[in-house]
């Protein structure tokens, strides 16, 4: 491995700040992704760990790493898992409905993330791998259909019921779990429920045996893909006995157990780290102690151990663990992709086909706009999250935000996925608008802008203060007050659909033009100066070249130099 000061040179630095990273020699990292298949022995091409934590120190290929074609392709499956999904969520809509979203919406996330997170830091894109994802995209499909068809229990509220039923009341419901609603399912299995969790445990159960191929083949990362193992393997039985209950309660308790284990089971491996570095640190003083001591025999005349023995017992007793890092510019082009994705169908729910009626500038396409509009927005203050010009990304800056990152995700797409659902209704079918449907489409803005301003806050900023014209905290706190105002606005009942779509569109703009502004450098004029302030710019840079360079016709103490002088002598 080689190190030659990359710092000031390597983009990963530049764009996601600092950080304690070594890079590998081309020879060590050129290994698996990228090269063709000309021969038989290329086909499958042999396990490998692209970049790792070790004491303390991330090593990783200098080259950038980009997505392959055939992870593009698997991201495509989830165009139609997220359509799939808001279909469901928009037929269903309510309490029941959205405690189905949340619980069959976390699986497919979590498949994403696993294979996602595992290409990043073993892809070998050859044979092996591009089934593999041919696999999990049977998979998920599988996963999704039978999802969808999972029975809430009781029927959908009526027209009737709705229209008489307070805001109040309906927002109370709407965040009940289904437990009350779904009473008409107990005591009987559903299908769609066994089937779909025999799906996500099939997928469970291949991630286990890769895990443990690599474990075989790569020693020195055993310890840490053993570990993922045995969180697999964990999570795998709670869901198990999903095949078999027939309690409503009890799908709902297990199913929610499941979500929270895998998401605190990300946690884990931050407190693998810390148990690691705190052996290290505790062998490291060992081997010191028993080092002395060697010295103080060698220098009696005693002969010990050869050295490369000794040097092999010292690397078994560090007690320092080789744990599997991620490429950033690589997870997160993936992130993006997937975000883009979720957006995507915000999108697709606006396009309308005209009828007789609405041929022309009509109120459906100021509702398709103003639908445009807020995912154009979002994409925006998506990729200027972190709303900084320099900036230590929360991948790098500690474990924990980087995890709290990632899962900040799943909010943030559930929510924009259940507001697409709502804006298919808000914009084609204004007759279909319930409340439920207004709280899908509030609720779900309100709780994506308040997912990304968390996500701002994970990173840390680097600017110095007063550099810009508004603080990073004071963007975020717009972004946090603009999120409650769209969380509250299904409680203004008397807005028509458009309206609301208008009054989301205009805040997310204001909130864009904000940011636009405030990232602005102070002192630097936001119109064009005229022809006599360019002239006066103009003039006082000459002035300050004039002083520069008589300063240096004079030594450090303000004396004339002598250069010339000795020179001539």
């Known amino acids: 491995m080689s190190d030659p000061n990359p710092i000031h040179l390597h983009k990963t630095f530049s764009v996601y700040g600092p950080g304690n990273v070594g890079f590998l020699d081309d020879g060590e990292s050129d290994a698996g992704e990228g090269s063709s298949m000309s021969t038989l022995r290329s086909l499958v091409k042999p396990f490998v760990i692209k970049q790792w934590l070790y004491q303390g120190k991330i090593y990783r290929e200098k080259k950038e790493r980009i997505p392959s074609r055939f992870e593009l392709f698997f991201d495509l499956v989830f165009v139609a898992i997220a359509h799939q999904l808001s279909e469901v969520a928009a037929e269903h809509a309510g309490g029941p409905g959205l405690a189905l979203f949340i619980l069959t919406f976390f699986p497919t996330w979590a498949l994403w993330n696993e294979a996602r997170t595992f290409i990043n830091y073993s892809g070998t894109d050859d044979i092996l791998q591009r089934v593999c994802i041919l696999i999990l995209m049977a998979l998920l499909i599988g996963y999704t259909a039978n999802a969808s068809a999972i029975s809430i229990g009781a029927s959908d509220t009526t027209s009737s019921e709705v229209t008489t039923t307070t805001t109040g009341e309906h927002a109370a419901r709407a965040v009940e779990p289904a437990l009350e609603e779904a009473t008409s399912t107990s005591g009987r299995q559903d299908k769609a429920i066994v089937a779909a969790t025999a799906f996500y445990l099939v997928s469970k159960v291949m991630r286990v045996i890769f895990h443990l191929m690599y474990a075989y083949a790569l020693p020195r990362f055993r310890s840490a893909l053993y570990f993922q193992c045995i969180n697999q393997v964990i999570a795998f039985a709670l869901y198990f006995p999903l095949l078999f209950v027939t309690s409503t309660t009890a799908i709902i308790v297990l199913a929610s157990l499941g979500m929270a284990f895998e998401i605190f089971m990300r946690y884990t491996v931050g407190l693998q780290r810390m148990v690691s570095a705190f052996r290290h640190q505790e062998n490291h003083d060992l081997e010191t102690a028993k080092d002395n001591n060697e010295a103080e025999k060698v220098a009696e005349g005693h002969v010990g151990e050869d050295a490369p023995a000794v040097a092999a017992k010292q690397q078994s007793a560090t007690g320092a663990a080789y744990i599997p890092a991620l490429n950033i510019e690589h997870f997160l082009e993936r992130m993006a992709a997937f975000v883009v994705i979720v957006l995507g169908e915000m999108v697709l729910s606006i396009v309308y086909h005209a009828s007789s009626s609405q041929i022309g500038i009509q109120s459906i396409f100021g509702n398709a706009i103003c639908g445009l509009l807020i995912a154009f927005n979002f994409c925006w203050l998506y990729f200027d999250a972190e709303c900084s010009h320099r900036f230590i990304h929360a991948l790098r800056r500690h474990w924990f935000s980087g995890l709290t990152f990632t899962n900040l995700h799943i909010p943030l797409c559930a929510s924009l996925i259940l507001a697409s659902a709502a804006m298919s209704r808000m914009t084609q079918h204004e007759d279909l608008v319930t409340p439920a449907i207004r709280w899908y489409f509030g609720g779900g803005l309100g709780c994506a802008m308040l997912s990304m301003a968390a996500i701002g806050f994970t990173h840390r900023e680097l600017e110095p203060t007063g550099t810009t014209r508004l603080g990073r905290r004071v963007q975020l706190a717009f972004r946090l007050a603009v999120g ?76 004339p130099n002598k250069t010339e002088e000795n020179k001539g002598k």
């Open 484 to 559: 409650v105002i769209l969380a509250c606005l299904p409680l203004a009942e008397s807005l028509t659909p458009l309206e609301m779509l208008g009054t989301c569109a205009g805040l997310t703009a204001f909130l864009v033009v904000e940011e636009v502004y405030g990232k602005l450098l102070r002192g630097e004029a936001i119109t064009k100066p005229d022809a006599a302030q360019e002239d006066v710019a103009v003039a006082h840079r000459l002035r300050e070249e004039e002083i520069v360079e008589v300063d240096t016709d004079r030594d450090g103490y303000g004396n």
